[in-house]
């Protein structure tokens, strides 16, 4: 049974463009969301996380939404760059620890 | 400063070998993680500790696998033995306390069972 779900497991973008990657929970007690990014051969790196308390966290060039009622977050990236590829892991949390969604491979194109 | 440090980086065994991956958290950090990804399964969290106990290894897939932490500095997480349906990568991931986040992750071992 999967708590988080990362429908999408590839996206391809144009460089320049904005780049959304999607997010669905399922368990109503996660209050805590992160963004990860991963190149390979490395491990997960944080990018971008959220309380619940909020709606919407920016930093920079990524901007993550929560829509609580409707279980879902989004990832933008924009403009997205060459270096943006790699893969993003979806993340939550609530008095658990992390619990991962299976990722999105992301490709930007120049 | 020094991150999550994992060795080896990559393993090659034979099947029935015992298999033990090393981790050494970021310094201070008092929880650690171990994850196994795998094409299947994405990343799935094993089993992990806080001040060196372990509080849930409900992850561990059989009794094959074991974890230990004998000091705030180091973890182990031996296979044994060892199986081809083991072959993943294997991360390993450390926060200030249970709960905080971000973890931070190592770089991983990729392990091969032939």
């Known amino acids: 049974d999967q708590q988080v779900k990362q429908n999408s497991p590839s996206l391809s973008v144009q460089e320049g463009r904005i780049s959304i990657l999607n997010c669905d929970y399922t368990n109503s007690m996660f209050d805590y969301f992160l963004w990860y990014k991963k190149y390979p051969a490395e491990g997960p790196t944080f990018l971008i996380s959220?309380?619940?308390?909020?709606d919407k966290n920016e930093d920079g060039r990524f901007t993550v939404f929560l829509n609580k009622s409707a279980k879902h977050l989004s990832l933008h990236i924009v403009p997205s760059q060459p270096g943006d590829s790699a893969v993003y892991f979806c993340a939550a949390s609530g008095n658990t620890p992390l619990v991962f969604g299976k990722g999105t491979r992301l490709s930007v194109i120049a | 400063d020094a991150g999550v440090i994992q060795s080896p980086r990559h393993e090659v065994t034979e099947m029935g070998q015992e298999v033990t991956l090393r981790c050494k958290p970021i310094s201070g950090h008092n929880s650690l993680f171990w994850y196994r990804q795998t094409m299947m399964r994405g990343l799935e969290l094993l089993i992990y500790?806080?001040?060196?106990?372990?509080?849930?290894d409900s992850g561990m897939p059989e009794d094959r696998f074991s974890a230990k932490m004998p000091n705030a500095s180091f973890s182990t997480l031996k296979i044994q033995p060892s199986e081809p349906r083991d072959s993943a990568v294997y991360f390993c991931?450390?926060?200030?306390?249970?709960?905080?986040?971000?973890?931070?992750f190592g770089d991983g071992t990729r392990l091969s069972i032939l």
């Open positions: 991931a450390s926060s200030f306390n249970l709960g905080d986040q971000p973890q931070h």
């Open positions: 959220i309380s619940s308390i909020k």
């Open positions: 500790f806080n001040n060196n106990v372990p509080i849930d």
